[in-house]
């Protein structure tokens, strides 16, 4: 009888570090979704990395037991590439936030995406810089009160999907940090493409969904109700790309 059982578990994956992010956010989900998918990847810890840039979800190769880098801002898509490029044969994870991927980082994002090397790209998107404790970021909305914007943000915001999609990523997907098996299907299925691909994730950040110091409501993709009000809805968008996985986790229809 075969032994169908995954070789590793959970626990795994996990470092002794203790896991530094603000209550209530959105990481702590992403990370466990991340640990409990990779047994079901039947992957090895050492043939895997994580590569982060500056944030507060750069920390996560710290909180995962294989190799990483906790390298520079913006830059982790880049070095990720050069990693690929060298040892095709490891599964590579670049991990970052909308103030670090969409900013300072957002030209290495997009020539990763548009020269489709095998590289596997979460982005964080919380619409804020939740590291330096609560800036306007470029995905913020219009009119977003934080510490740099007292009288609301002017810009109109970057839609990621939309970036990926002008790029012509060969794998586009969107979920969120309250539905934990729609993560790991979309991060699942991310790991199995060939190619570039990413996944943005929306997921809360303390600063970000507290007004007044009271809880804001959620709609019905996970995020406060304020967060998407000037997010292109993802059904809205012309599904152009061979693979691409919207907030419902289907393929769009031809």
Known sequence: MTDTSPRTEPADWATDQEVRWCPGCGDYSILTAMRMLMPELDVDRENTVFISGIGCAARFPYYMNTYGMHGIHGRAPAIATGLAMARPDLDIWVIGGDGDMMSIGGNHLIHSLRRNV?????????????????????????????????????????????????????FVARTHDMDRQHMMDMFRRAHEHKGAAIVEVF??????????GKVLPRNKTGMPTSSLSNMANPSGLAPTVNSVSWLTGEPPKS
């Not at 007292?150 to 060969?170: K, Q, R, T, Y």
């Not at 997921?203 to 007044?212: D, F, Y």
């Open 203 to 212: 997921q809360t950040a303390t600063s970000s969904t507290m007004e007044h």
């Open 118 to 170: 095998n590289i596997k790209i979460l982005l964080f998107n919380n619409m804020i810089y939740g590291l330096t404790k609560g800036q306007f970021s470029p995905t913020s909305e219009v009119g977003k009160v934080t510490k740099s914007s007292p009288m609301g943000s002017l810009d109109a915001p970057f839609n990621p999907i939309s970036v990926a999609l002008g790029a012509e990523a060969s």
